[in-house]
């Protein structure tokens, strides 16, 4: 036994980090079109010019032929994002935008002339603008009357052409990236802990309100959480580090625990009294956190170590803190490749949680070089190749282990606008996008060698891996 035969091979992508026309058919403003520099650099008041993202690689009228080179690949699933500001520009109008509505149904149309399923990513890293600097984001608690206006207004276009729904991207990422994550608009070193938990328990009552909604509009969908999943090994075997470790992992299993369970976990509760934090449950919170997932979605990049040390310096590229693992390489961008990290994630989640898991993203940004070889313009990624099939083989081992494991979609199937960093010559895809970080480029599309290794690894589920 390897991977299961109905398994759900593709690739994955964002709305914000692809489709540019940024300001195209009534599209409003988002907080990704104030970020030029991805999470690590300043926001700027308006879009500027130096903004990749603005245009992406102008996936918003090239879907087609993006598509079809998915479907050349085999591609059974293809994960993608709706901009929230595409259908309501400002975020808190009562009426969508109708062209922005048409677009995902021409798009989810495409992928289904293949045979495609779309999973869809209901909020992925992009708030509009508008709700940002107006309600400063999830700190506010209209910001869940703004979601379920929108998610029912989606799940009422698309709840025959959608079967997989994940609610928040990478939510746990909030507590790091509260602007990119939860559209906060106060600063960063400015936020409290209050706030800031205060904002999560919004965004934890809304996800499960759109589980609720969507098991009542579209009874056959399967609705998903979507965790950025980090491995945490303590650096030595001394009982500090074991219980600092302990408390790191707790503070991102909280949010898969809520989703699952349905109830805030005991741990939570004594962080939040030892904090002064008090969360403000309204009437009816508790039950509609009741509505539990489906399944639980997750990216896998990287493994990192935590210890009780405050002399041992952090991990470089790490938006999740922690401190490097001495017997780990790293890539280009210092995060450190760990694949047997993946089947341990994958073990972990499955103990825990007993639902069917979902990895939607985990993949290796890397500097690619265009060649021409025999005529045609390539690139020889072999080091991408064989970063995703080490993960892929300790993928196969989870599911040998009984975990049940939905499907793979690897991150930045072609090329994309990096998140932390904004570039695009941080490449993750199979597909080699003509665009550099100067602006230059003809946005000419090229199969990488990796396109055709993993078109072989779907068309054989798997098998191919271990020639």
Same mark, same amino acid.
């Given at each position: 036994?390897?991977?299961?035969?109905?398994?759900?091979?593709?690739?994955?992508?964002?709305?914000?980090?692809?489709?540019?026309?940024?300001?195209?058919?009534?599209?409003?403003?988002?907080?990704?079109?104030?970020?030029?520099?991805?999470?690590?650099?300043?926001?700027?008041?308006?879009?500027?010019?130096?903004?990749?993202?603005?245009?992406?690689?102008?996936?918003?009228?090239?879907?087609?032929?993006?598509?079809?080179?998915?479907?050349?690949?085999?591609?059974?699933?293809?994960?993608?994002?709706?901009?929230?500001?595409?259908?309501?520009?400002?975020?808190?109008?009562?009426?969508?935008?109708?062209?922005?509505?048409?677009?995902?149904?021409?798009?989810?149309?495409?992928?289904?002339?293949?045979?495609?399923?779309?999973?869809?990513?209901?909020?992925?890293?992009?708030?509009?603008?508008?709700?940002?600097?107006?309600? =400063?984001?999830? $700190?506010?608690?209209?910001?869940? @009357?703004?979601?379920? /206006? #929108?998610? &029912?207004?989606?799940?009422?276009?698309?709840?025959?052409?959608?079967?997989?729904?994940?609610?928040?991207?990478?939510?746990?990422?909030?507590?790091?990236?509260?602007?990119?994550?939860?559209?906060?608009?106060?600063?960063?070193?400015?936020?409290?802990?209050?706030?800031?938990?205060?904002?999560?328990?919004?965004?934890?009552?809304?996800?499960?309100?759109?589980?609720?909604?969507?098991?009542?509009?579209?009874?056959?969908?399967?609705?998903?959480?979507?965790?950025?999943?980090?491995?945490?090994?303590?650096?030595?075997?001394?009982?500090?580090?074991?219980?600092?470790?302990?408390?790191?992992?707790?503070?991102?299993?909280?949010?898969? =625990?809520?989703? $699952?369970?349905?109830?805030?976990? @005991?741990?939570?509760? /004594? #962080?939040? &009294?030892?904090?002064?934090?008090?969360?403000?449950?309204?009437?009816?919170?508790?039950?509609?956190?009741?509505?539990?997932?489906?399944?639980?979605?997750?990216?896998?990049?990287?493994?990192?170590?935590?210890?009780?040390?405050?002399?041992?310096?952090?991990?470089?590229?790490?938006?999740?803190?922690?401190?490097?693992?001495?017997?780990?390489?790293?890539?280009?961008?210092?995060?450190?490749?760990?694949?047997?990290?993946?089947?341990?994630?994958?073990?972990?989640?499955?103990?825990?949680?007993?639902?069917?898991?979902?990895?939607?993203?985990?993949?290796?940004?890397?500097?690619?070089?265009?060649?021409?070889?025999?005529?045609?313009?390539?690139?020889?990624?072999?080091?991408?190749?064989?970063?995703?099939?080490?993960?892929?083989?300790?993928?196969?081992?989870?599911?040998?282990?009984?975990?049940?494991?939905?499907?793979?979609?690897?991150?930045?199937?072609?090329?994309?606008?990096?998140?932390?960093?904004?570039?695009?010559?941080?490449?993750?895809?199979?597909?080699?996008?003509?665009?550099?970080?100067?602006?230059?480029?003809?946005?000419?599309?090229?199969?990488?060698?990796?396109?055709?290794?993993?078109?072989?690894?779907?068309?054989?589920?798997?098998?191919?891996?271990?020639?």
């Amino acid at each position: 036994m390897s991977f299961p035969k109905n398994f759900l091979w593709g690739g994955a992508v964002a709305a914000n980090q692809c489709e540019g026309a940024y300001n195209e058919d009534g599209k409003g403003l988002c907080t990704q079109d104030v970020t030029p520099h991805g999470i690590v650099g300043p926001r700027t008041e308006e879009p500027t010019p130096d903004n990749m993202k603005l245009i992406g690689i102008d996936f918003y009228h090239r879907y087609k032929e993006d598509v079809k080179l998915f479907a050349e690949m085999g591609f059974k699933v293809f994960r993608t994002s709706i901009a929230w500001s595409r259908i309501f520009p400002n975020g808190d109008e009562e009426t969508p935008n109708e062209k922005g509505l048409q677009f995902y149904d021409d798009l989810f149309d495409e992928c289904h002339k293949y045979g495609i399923e779309p999973l869809v990513t209901i909020s992925h890293y992009e708030t509009p603008l508008h709700l940002a600097k107006t309600y =400063d984001g999830w $700190v506010n608690r209209k910001m869940i @009357g703004f979601y379920e /206006r #929108y998610v &029912r207004t989606i799940f009422a276009r698309y709840g025959k052409k959608v079967k997989y729904w994940l609610t928040f991207n990478e939510i746990n990422s909030v507590l790091h990236e509260p602007f990119l994550s939860g559209g906060i608009y106060t600063e960063k070193d400015k936020l409290s802990q209050q706030d800031l938990y205060q904002a999560v328990h919004h965004e934890l009552v809304a996800s499960a309100l759109a589980t609720k909604i969507g098991h009542e509009m579209i009874p056959d969908a399967k609705i998903g959480c979507m965790i950025l999943s980090m491995p945490t090994y303590p650096l030595t075997p001394c009982p500090d580090d074991v219980i600092r470790t302990m408390e790191s992992v707790h503070k991102n299993d909280f949010f898969g =625990d809520v989703h $699952v369970r349905g109830y805030y976990p @005991g741990y939570m509760k /004594r #962080y939040f &009294r030892e904090n002064n934090i008090e969360i403000k449950f309204e009437p009816g919170d508790e039950e509609i956190l009741k509505n539990t997932v489906d399944f639980v979605s997750f990216s896998y990049y990287m493994s990192i170590c935590e210890t009780a040390d405050p002399a041992q310096a952090k991990g470089k590229g790490n938006l999740m803190g922690g401190v490097p693992n001495p017997y780990l390489e790293a890539s280009e961008w210092g995060w450190q490749i760990d694949p047997q990290g993946l089947r341990y994630v994958l073990n972990y989640y499955w103990d825990r949680y007993q639902k069917p898991l979902f990895i939607v993203e985990n993949g290796l940004g890397a500097v690619d070089k265009l060649v021409e070889k025999d005529g045609v313009m390539t690139v020889e990624d072999d080091y991408r190749i064989d970063y995703l099939q080490k993960h892929l083989l300790q993928v196969e081992e989870a599911a040998r282990d009984g975990v049940d494991v939905m499907g793979y979609t690897s991150w930045g199937c072609i090329d994309l606008v990096s998140a932390s960093t904004a570039e695009l010559k941080k490449r993750y895809g199979y597909i080699y996008v003509d665009r550099n970080d100067d602006g230059t480029g003809t946005l000419n599309r090229y199969k990488k060698k990796s396109f055709y290794w993993y078109k072989d690894v779907i068309a054989t589920n798997g098998e191919s891996l271990h020639k």
